[in-house]
């Protein structure tokens, strides 16, 4: 298996500008996670999926953050507008509560830089 | 409240010690405690679990200690290699969420 695939690695961007990060789950896995990763507040749990239906927003940190998952292999997380607050590394974490309860697999994180 | 706090920030051990970290929650309904590790550049990857049913649970050199009334766990690394260096994350939750507390930089120098 691939494990958890995210695009892009590095983003670089400008204030304003729309951005948007892309994760492929492991097959068969039936919950997703995004998480942001910051020096000063470790892994923020920001949104979840079970059966590509969101179960828990409550960790989005505004409206200009969006997350989708339309379909089982693929979901998104948009910033628009950016800020440079935005900055941090975003991961994508997925998950089969059925097979290995509680256990998260991680993809390797997209390094956002919003300047 | 949903936080997990956990000490220190960072650690610098010698080849061969002891290597320990401390994590609290405060939901008495979390029912799961995993420990993370996370080497530059990659996402964190589990090392080792605990339930509330047991006290510890230990894998090789890997220990969680897990104090239920105290609401407090730890992880314990025997014989700490300069290859354990990384970045560990305890975590604590539910079946569908985990909330992980903020990191702890280890660095074991030979």
């Known amino acids: 298996d691939a494990g958890v695939i995210q695009s892009p690695r590095h983003e670089v961007t400008e204030m304003g500008q729309e951005v948007t990060l892309r994760c492929k789950p492991i097959?068969?896995?039936?919950?997703l996670f995004w998480y942001r990763q910051t020096m000063m507040r470790g892994l923020e749990l920001l949104i979840y999926?079970?059966?590509?239906?969101?179960?828990?927003d409550s960790g989005m940190p505004e409206d200009r953050f969006s997350a989708k998952m339309p379909n089982a292999s693929f979901s998104t997380l948009k910033i628009q507008p950016s800020e440079p607050r935005d900055s941090a590394v975003y991961f994508c974490?997925?998950?089969?509560?059925?097979?290995?309860?509680?256990?998260?697999?991680f993809g390797s994180g997209t390094q956002l830089s919003v300047l | 409240q949903q936080q997990v706090k956990q000490s220190p920030q960072s650690l610098i051990v010698q080849k061969g010690g002891i290597s320990i970290i401390n994590c609290a929650y405060e939901?008495?309904?979390?029912?799961?405690f995993p420990w993370y590790q996370q080497f530059p550049g990659k996402g964190p990857a589990l090392l080792i679990a605990?339930?509330?049913?047991?006290s510890e649970k230990k894998e090789g050199r890997f220990t969680i200690s897990f104090n239920k009334s105290a609401k407090q766990f730890s992880l314990h690394i025997m014989d700490s290699q300069p290859g354990d260096s990384a970045t560990y994350f305890c975590?604590?939750?539910?079946?569908?969420?985990?909330?992980f507390g903020t990191g702890t930089r280890l660095q074991v120098f030979p």
């Open positions: 974490a997925s998950s089969s509560p059925d097979r290995d309860r509680g256990k998260l697999f």
């Open positions: 097959s068969g896995h039936n919950s």
């Open positions: 999926f079970n059966n590509n239906v969101p179960i828990d």
């Open positions: 939901n008495t309904a979390f029912d799961y």
């Open positions: 605990i339930r509330p049913d047991v």
């Open positions: 975590a604590a939750g539910d079946t569908d969420k985990l909330i």
